[in-house]
Nanobody
Framework: QVQLVESGGGLVQPGESLRLSCAASIGRFNFYTMTWYRQAPGKEREFVARITPGGDGNYANPVKGRFTISRDNAKNTVYLQMDNLKPEDTARYYC???????????????WGQGTQVTVSS
């Protein structure tokens, strides 16, 4: 069973940065694509970024150029560097491993507690 522990969230002002971490207890972590999602109050959970086993990143349009996903396979950890944060980035952020099937990625772990990011002046 996959366990995911997200951390690093907080309250920041617009334009500031945060670095989120996600520790995953999953065998063969380096074989999996890892993803970040977020959910704002009253909204559905949405895709933020993913990183393949080879280290290729893919981003949702609202965060392109501001967020960077990375991974440390030795630590079973995926990171999300968030720069130039905006109020619309306010949400709870979650990570999850994903598998590629029939042309799409599907997350397959149970959602963790997430980490809250609040961007406000």
């Amino acid at each position: 069973q996959v366990q995911l522990v997200e951390s690093g969230g907080g309250l920041v002002q617009p334009g500031e940065s945060l670095r989120l971490s996600c520790a995953a207890s999953i065998g063969r972590f380096n074989f999996y694509t890892m993803t970040w999602y977020r959910q704002a109050p009253g909204k559905e959970r949405e895709f933020v970024a993913r990183i393949t086993p080879g280290g290729d990143g893919n981003y949702a349009n609202p965060v392109k150029g501001r967020f960077t996903i990375s991974r440390d396979n030795a630590k079973n950890t995926v990171y999300l560097q968030m720069d130039n944060l905006k109020p619309e980035d306010t949400a709870r952020y979650y990570c999850n491993p994903a598998e590629y099937r029939n042309g799409q990625y599907y997350v397959f772990g149970s959602w963790g507690q997430g980490t809250q990011v609040t961007v406000s002046s």
